[in-house]
């Protein structure tokens, strides 16, 4: 009698507690920008990549990839540095605040996650990362793609446990997987390094990073994604730090690096077709970031920006993670500027891309 008592009692505590969780995301929720039918929904977005949707995951590692410091952040939430690779929002948080899921998307090793916010997501994206497993150990050690995915396996477990079996894989199976990687692959693991152009040619290269990327896609499609966006490679070699390493005295885009980007993007679009053959199931969408990016970065007068070739922090052309901290000077205005850093856009700009990109993209998944 006493052990029956004590299974209900159990019970009603399991049910009270994923109720009040289910209360506090209702709440939290933010209005949406972007409008999905009636009977369609996406109740949590999973991001995994590099510095661009990092909101945090490199706090706490021994790399010099981090920016939990000012003057990073200081246009977030009272100029709180927190590990997001700007001056305020990254497009990780973006997203979710353009779907009205959450007004951010926190990182996942953040120590102060809270059970509530599993249920809508959370991100693994972690600054230096790759699709080539030796990019997370060069200079800039980074979670690895493998290693992001064993957080997920972590998290699919507390999920569970919060909210239910079913739950959870109504969740995970309905959820918005994002994927952003390559950059650094190309311009630090291929040309900075000098390792991979001893071994491969670059189209060779383009091959073994599209042969990782879908081996990355199958394994977060065994674990439940279904929704899977993947944005293609940037411009990177319009980046002020290209700009000044590779651009001559005039410090222009360095042509070679943004022909291959280019070049990957075709092929990586390619194996994303294949894959959605394969996968038939599957809901994955090629986005195309390095077009609208690299339009605003050459016309950047016609988006209202005064300078596109040089960061907000100190001089703007090298400053980037512990280069650009409290004792550079930064920009009077930032909202005058595409980059906050040598390498990472302002706030601005992703806002200018997100709510677009999401809007051209986003019937694939439904």
């Known amino acids: 009698m006493f052990r029956t008592y004590s299974s209900f009692s159990t019970s009603i505590c399991t049910i009270l507690v994923r109720l009040t969780i289910l209360l506090i995301f209702v709440l939290c929720k933010t209005k949406a920008v972007t409008k999905l039918p009636p009977n369609v929904s996406i109740p949590a ?3 995994f990549g590099d510095s661009i949707m990092d909101t945090g995951n490199n706090n706490d590692m021994v790399t010099p990839s981090q920016c939990n410091y000012p003057p990073y952040g200081k246009d977030f939430q009272g100029g709180i540095p927190t590990g997001r690779f700007s001056n305020g929002k990254v497009p990780s948080d973006l997203i979710v605040e353009e779907l009205g899921i959450k007004e951010y998307l926190p990182a996942y090793l953040d120590p102060n996650l809270q059970p509530s916010e599993l249920p809508t997501g959370v991100n693994f994206a972690s600054g230096g990362a790759g699709y080539d497993a030796l990019t997370s150990k060069l200079g800039q050690v980074a979670i690895s793609m493998s290693g992001q995915l064993d957080l997920f396996k972590d998290y699919t477990v507390k999920l569970k446990g919060v909210v239910g079996e079913d739950r959870a894989n109504f969740i995970i199976g309905n959820g918005l997987f994002l994927v952003v990687l390559g950059s650094n692959d190309i311009s630090n693991t291929y040309y900075l390094s000098r390792l991979r152009q001893v071994q491969y040619d670059f189209p060779t290269y383009s091959d073994l990073l599209v042969n990782s990327a879908y081996n990355f896609y199958q394994e977060m499609y065994e674990l439940g ?31 070679e690096y943004n022909d291959a980007a280019v070049f990957f993007n075709n092929k990586l679009s390619i194996g994303i077709a ?33 300078v596109g070739d040089r ?48 809007h051209k993209y986003m019937d694939t998944f439904i």
């Open 45 to 47: 977005v999973f991001v």
């Open 225 to 255: 994604a279904r929704r899977i966006g993947v944005f293609n490679a940037p411009p990177m070699g319009c980046v002020p730090f290209q700009r000044t390493m590779a651009g001559g005295i005039e410090r222009k885009c360095v042509q």
């Open 274 to 306: 294949s894959f959605k053959q394969n996968f038939p199931s599957s809901r994955i969408a090629y986005m195309d970031v390095y077009n609208p990016l690299l339009d605003i970065i050459v016309n950047n007068q016609k988006y209202g920006y005064k």
């Open 311 to 358: 960061g907000c922090c100190g001089t703007g052309k090298i400053e980037v993670t512990y280069l650009c901290n409290h004792l550079d000077s930064i920009c009077p205005n930032d909202l005058d500027y595409v980059f906050w850093d040598s390498f990472h856009p302002t706030e601005s700009v992703y806002r200018k891309l997100v709510t677009p990109i999401l």
